[in-house]
């Protein structure tokens, strides 16, 4: 994919954005985008004939032995969306079958009737369902004081990468996007401008990472959102309350650096996580549902 495509992409992203009031694609999807690809990596572009302008866009991305697959059409041309969406996913199945085959997510922000009808003509079955919580910011003085007792530093590259790897990959292991992170994985999100090795908390137990609370301020929202990007505990710590300290702890961190609302995106299946969220304040925003199935090679 070249200079040009992805800046005909980014643009039809921005509409969508605009129409919708979120931003398409994941982040791991749109990192993807931005490098121009990677193993794994296929972008698919539909445009109208005798024209360059796309007219909507399907990429899909490997992850932890899966296929995470994401569509957008354009807000002008969502009437044709039976059959620009029926196309666009066929051929993005087609790609994952001349790859071997495998499990594939197709996420939908809102999913729509329409949508279910073509996840149901291609064999995906509604499974999935990811939760944004929000919560408003500064947290109340009764919630806020849970972190005052918890350690935490800055995250220093050098001396966290692969112990955080670890860590990640252990809370995350059946995840499919977020398990089985490697090196040149993190190297490439903490190169992104949005980047702030002080909002990325560590928590240290007898010298070892036992909990980490990565923050995003994305300060191109109205109100201005400060996101818990990725938050973990290690297996080998759990049950001692270091996840509900350490969220409160990033979200302070947020609200200092002038977030007035935090989110974070979670499975609706993990209910000690949601009720754990919900004691501190967090309700649902909005939901985004993911269409599953295996594609035979």
């Not at 005798?50 to 007219?55: L, T």
């Not at 938050?231 to 979200?251: E, M, N, Q, Y």
């Amino acid at each position: 994919m070249n200079t040009a495509d992805i800046q005909n992409i980014s643009g039809l992203l921005a509409d969508a954005e605009r129409a919708d009031g979120v931003r398409p694609l994941s982040d791991h999807l749109w990192l993807d985008l931005r490098q121009g690809g990677r193993p794994g990596f296929i972008g698919l572009i539909a445009t109208e004939e005798g024209h360059d302008h796309p007219v909507a866009y399907c990429q899909l991305s490997r992850g932890n032995d899966s296929w995470s697959l994401d569509l957008v059409v354009h807000p002008h041309h969502r009437y044709d969306m039976a059959i620009i969406g029926r196309e666009l996913v066929t051929s993005a199945l087609e790609v994952v079958k001349t790859e071997g085959g495998g499990h594939v997510h197709w996420w939908v922000f809102e999913a729509s009737q329409l949508h279910r009808e073509l996840a149901h003509e291609f064999d995906l079955q509604q499974s999935r369902e990811l939760l944004q919580l929000r919560v408003a910011l500064p947290l109340a003085p009764s919630v806020a004081v849970r972190a005052d007792s918890l350690i935490t530093r800055s995250f220093d590259f050098s001396r966290d990468a692969q112990n955080w790897l670890d860590t990640n990959n252990a809370a995350f292991a059946q995840h499919p996007e977020q398990g089985a992170w490697e090196i040149d994985v993190l190297r490439s999100r903490i190169a992104e401008p949005w980047f702030d090795a002080k909002g990325f908390l560590i928590h240290d137990i007898n010298s070892e990472l036992a909990a980490f609370c990565w923050t995003k301020l994305q300060t191109d929202t109205t109100p201005l959102l400060g996101e818990i990007y990725v938050i973990a505990v290690h297996p080998s710590f759990t049950g001692r309350g270091l996840g509900s300290a350490i969220t409160v702890a990033g979200l302070n961190y947020l609200s200092k650096s002038g977030a007035e609302v935090g989110m974070l995106f979670v499975d609706s299946t993990n209910t000690a996580a949601i009720a754990m969220y919900n004691a501190l304040g967090f309700v649902a925003h909005h939901t985004e549902i993911a269409f599953v199935g295996d594609i035979s090679q």
